[in-house]
């Protein structure tokens, strides 16, 4: 089968951790042993965040003296494609070095009048407590909000339209190369009135990127990978029960946190909307990523 696989955040870095850089690549290593497996049999796409790593770069740039001023969001979310790419390489390669890999760079493109651009809502960065947040966000520029019980600076988060390299991957995909791409949402771009691409201010959700990427590769299955073993039914309370199995319609139908689980969820219900009628999604932990394949494990989602 075709499977792109969307890497949570804490694949690479778990919440509240310090974005070392050995932590990084030990979490990477980790989780690659977890995926190896899956490409043994199938076809596969990787696909990963940047919050956190983006954040370092974005800190790093504004307090660049010799700068006159930071580098842009589309320049930041290109670097950390590199770093980030580089270090799955490396880390799928050493589990599978008979496997070929390619890890690449591309651009997701946008709307230039997405609303998103008037509402920043996509944390990227560390966590902080309320004071420091707001102390940052004023010396910065930064817009803040909550996150959970901590604080971090929130950007525009348009809406992916299209993955400009999806050609170039799915011919990979024919030759039999596992694929590392669209790391962060993949860099934002619009499309210029004289025709041009010019990337732009924004962070785009990795896991509608990822859904988007997989239904324009004709994918069988899309599995968003994170750090909870289900999508919970009443969830933040003593009712609260893992859901196996679903349609679209029922997740929707379901209060989920806005800045966590529910892009997820958004996520996988348009994958299965408009991929093939034999396409399914799944959203569960890291190590059960061959088990979420078949639904033995996490919640798979079919129409």
Request: aromatic share 4%; charged share 25%; glycine share 10%.
């Amino acid at each position: 089968m075709r499977i792109v696989v969307a890497l949570g955040g804490n694949a690479l870095l778990e919440r509240g951790q310090v974005p070392d850089a050995e932590a990084q690549v030990r979490n990477i290593r980790r989780a690659m042993r977890a995926l190896a497996p899956l490409v043994d049999e199938h076809d596969v796409v990787i696909t990963h965040g940047n919050g956190p790593q983006v954040g370092v770069l974005a800190m790093e740039s504004a307090a660049d003296q010799r700068l006159t001023e930071p580098y842009p969001f589309d320049a930041l979310g290109a670097m950390t494609q590199g770093l980030i790419g580089y270090w799955l390489l490396q880390a799928i390669g050493n589990e599978r070095p008979y496997r070929q890999f390619a890890a690449i760079l591309n651009q997701t493109l946008v709307d230039r009048d997405d609303p998103a651009f008037e509402d920043p809502t996509k944390f990227v960065g560390e966590v902080y407590d309320e004071q420091t947040a707001h102390e940052l966000a004023e010396k910065n520029g930064w817009e803040v909000r909550q996150d959970g019980d901590r604080w971090r600076r929130v950007v525009p988060s348009p809406q992916p339209r299209e993955i400009i390299e999806t050609r170039l991957i799915d011919n990979l995909l024919d030759q039999g190369v596992i694929v590392i791409c669209a790391g962060g949402g993949g860099v934002p771009v619009v499309l210029q009135e004289d025709g041009d691409l010019a990337g732009v201010e924004a962070v785009i959700d990795k896991d509608l990127s990822a859904a988007l990427l997989a239904h324009r590769l004709g994918a069988d299955r899309l599995l968003v990978l994170t750090d909870v073993s289900a999508v919970m039914e009443d969830f933040g309370t003593d009712e609260a029960r893992p859901i196996s199995r679903a349609t679209p319609e029922e997740l929707r139908a379901l209060d989920l946190p806005e800045g966590s689980m529910g892009p997820k969820v958004e996520a996988v219900c348009r994958f299965v909307e408009s991929g093939a009628p034999g396409a399914a999604a799944a959203i569960g932990n890291l190590e059960d990523a061959v088990r979420l394949v078949d639904g033995t494990a996490g919640t798979y989602v079919t129409r």
